[in-house]
């Protein structure tokens, strides 16, 4: 190659735009936190979510070096199912030395749409307020169960609210006891409006406990909307002039 084609070769290197970094490589080598952060909240995410992305956020949720990098890629792994997910969860919360990640990670637990329905979710959240050593996690913990509503935490919010050696948690603990310890309330019944005495079968609602009562014979009447038991009165009526009624279709005995 020729000097001139070398310096050539040399400059269109130069002004070729530089590959842009996938997520997982900037959360592999990224200098800067706030990027490392970002990455994690792509993988959560398509087009980049997946096993392999989850591996990724897994593995930066136990040893990456920056607190805030550690909770973004845990907060990302929740919105994963699956059996991995809540089992690094509840592993990450016994291992991680920062107090303020872990109650940030209970808060952002309690409230992930993905886990809000798990029972291990709510056995995790359980055992911190039981077992961590932050009163700011159990504190956590306590306000996560009561928001939760989740009744499998009964056990563990009133043992809290007796014996927590912290006035706040303890008082948590009763707020949140007496969330879940009320007895959710019945759905209203929707009110039933009697259908019009010259209601028209096809044209006018005929809500239950009513029903559409026609009778048949040598003559045929409109269709009325009665209830079940009007519709066998109108039958016995309507037995001596050999006329038969059926209510909603089904024939009166």
């Known amino acids: 190659m020729t000097a001139r084609a070398l310096l050539l070769a040399c400059a269109l290197l130069a002004a070729a735009p530089a590959r842009a970094e996938t997520p997982f490589e900037r959360l592999r080598s990224a200098e800067e936190p706030a990027d490392r952060v970002l990455a994690c909240a792509e993988l959560a995410k398509p087009p980049h979510r997946g096993p392999n992305a989850y591996d990724a956020l897994s593995r930066a949720m136990k040893s990456d070096l920056s607190e805030r990098v550690r909770l973004a890629a845990a907060v990302a792994a929740l919105t994963y199912t699956g059996g991995r997910t809540l089992a690094d969860g509840d592993e990450f919360l016994k291992a991680e030395p920062g107090s303020a990640v872990r109650r940030d990670f209970l808060i952002a637990l309690s409230s992930e749409p993905a886990q809000f329905v798990s029972p291990e979710a709510t056995r995790i959240i359980a055992a911190s307020l039981l077992d961590d050593p932050s009163d700011d996690v159990r504190l956590a913990a306590a306000r996560s169960a009561g928001e939760r509503g989740d009744p499998l935490a009964i056990g563990a919010v ?61 003559i045929k009447l409109k269709p009325r909307c009665l209830t079940r038991d009007e519709c066998r009165g109108l039958q016995s009526k309507m037995a001596s002039n050999g006329l038969v009624c059926s209510w909603d279709g089904h024939a009166e005995q």
């Open 158 to 218: 009133r043992a809290a609210s007796e014996k927590d050696k912290s006035k706040a948690v303890r008082e948590a603990a009763k707020k949140a006891l007496g969330i879940l310890s009320t007895p959710p309330k019945p759905k209203p019944v929707p009110k039933v409006t009697p259908p019009k005495n010259d209601a028209v079968k096809g044209k006018d609602p005929c809500p239950p406990p009513w029903g559409w009562c026609g009778c048949s014979g040598a």
